[in-house]
Structures are given as structure tokens and as C-alpha cells.
């Protein structure tokens, strides 16, 4: 069974900077691409990052510049560093995980198995 826990999230003013973190556990291992999503009250959810099973990171162009994604296999935590954060009121991040056949997954069919959300609010 495949878990994901996340935590991290909280309250941002413009300009903040915030780490998201992913917990796995389960049938996961270094292999497995790792990915996160945002989504907004009544958004679809959208694709921000993933780390692929050889350590290559893609983004989307709303997370270029200013977030990393970075994953330590010793800890089997996937880990999202967001810096010059412009809050959008609340959104939910969630990190996600494929099965070995997608090696960079961006659609939300693509991935298996999901965490529960971090929710990054605007307090300004």
C-alpha cells in the first residue's frame, strides 16, 4: 500500500518563501517519478513540477524560476521549495506519484497514487 503524507503548508504574504514536503512509503522507491499540482476552490488541479526516477526536474511555466523540486531517497521525501510566492487567495498543493511505466508525468491520469494537500493561504 502506497502512502503519501504531506505537510508544510500555511499562510504566505507576497514574497514569502515556503517548503512543501512529501512523505512516501509503500511500494515507491528512487524509480518512481515524483510530481505536484495546485489547484484553487473550484480550479482544475494543474500540473506545477516533477522530478523524474533519474533525478531530472520539468516544470510548468507558472513554477520556472521560482520553485524547486528536490527528493532525498534516503528519507523518501519529495520536497517542494517555493521562493517569490504570489498568493492567489488558498490554494491546495498536492504531490502525486506515478507507476513505473510514465516517466514524467504531467496529466493527472498519469499519476497513481496522491497525497492529501497543503493548503498555502494568502494572509496579506
Known amino acids: 500500500q502506497v502512502q503519501l503524507a504531506q505537510s508544510g503548508g500555511g499562510l504566505v504574504q507576497p514574497g514569502d518563501s515556503l517548503r512543501l514536503s512529501c512523505a512516501y512509503s509503500g511500494d515507491i522507491h528512487r524509480g518512481h517519478a515524483m510530481a505536484w499540482f495546485r489547484q484553487a476552490p473550484g480550479e482544475e488541479r494543474t500540473f506545477v513540477g516533477v522530478?523524474?526516477?533519474?533525478?531530472?526536474?520539468d516544470y510548468a511555466h507558472l513554477a520556472e524560476g521560482r520553485f524547486t523540486i528536490d527528493r532525498d531517497n534516503y528519507k523518501n521525501t519529495v520536497y517542494l521549495q517555493m521562493n517569490n510566492l504570489e498568493p492567489r487567495g488558498t490554494d491546495v498543493y498536492y504531490c502525486?506519484?506515478?507507476?513505473?511505466?510514465?516517466?514524467?508525468?504531467?496529466?493527472?491520469?498519469?499519476?497513481?497514487?496522491w497525497g492529501g494537500g497543503s493548503q498555502v493561504a494568502d494572509s496579506s
Open positions: 502525486a506519484a506515478a507507476g513505473g511505466s510514465v516517466s514524467a508525468p504531467r496529466q493527472i491520469s498519469d499519476l497513481d497514487w
Open positions: 522530478i523524474r526516477g533519474s533525478g531530472r526536474r
